[in-house]
């Protein structure tokens, strides 16, 4: 239990806007599934919020706190593996041509964004599985433990 603590206090104090340096396989699941774990538990605040501005603004801020500690969390744990950032780009590539193919009307435009976005989610995931580099490696010292 401890070790999920300071997980879950390195990502969202230590480490918030940092996406410099190594995360672990354990840092980076464990804070996956504590972010899983938030937005199933405040969903229900968002769908009761419709008539409450005050729970959706609350809602909001918390998923975006959590949406950016995973985003760096997830660069970190690409650090790890000694890949850059740029791995995630097919993601936010496929995620970009959805939105312009909706607003203009073009249907092989979102299956394209759709096929992109999945594809890319699907390799970033797998690479976040992979284990990460003995010793330092281009961004920096061994990622930390927790016990």
Do not use: Q
Request: aromatic share 10%; proline share 4%; with cysteine.
């Amino acid at each position: 239990m401890h070790a999920i603590l300071a997980i879950i206090k390195t990502c969202l104090k230590d480490k918030l806007f940092l996406a410099a340096g190594r995360a672990g396989r354990m840092e980076f699941w464990g804070f996956t599934l504590f972010a899983i774990l938030i937005r199933i538990i405040l969903f229900p605040l968002n769908m009761i919020s419709h008539g409450a501005m005050l729970l959706g603004m609350v809602y909001a801020i918390i998923n975006f706190v959590i949406f950016v500690a995973h985003y760096t969390a997830l660069i970190r744990r690409l650090h790890d593996t000694n890949r850059s950032a740029v791995h995630v780009a097919p993601v936010f590539i496929g995620l970009l041509l959805i939105v312009g193919a909706v607003f203009s009307s073009i249907p092989m435009l979102v299956m394209a964004g759709e096929v992109l976005s999945v594809g890319g989610l699907i390799y970033v995931l797998v690479l976040a599985v992979l284990p990460g580099n003995k010793g330092s490696n281009n961004y920096g010292p061994e990622a930390p433990t927790y016990r």
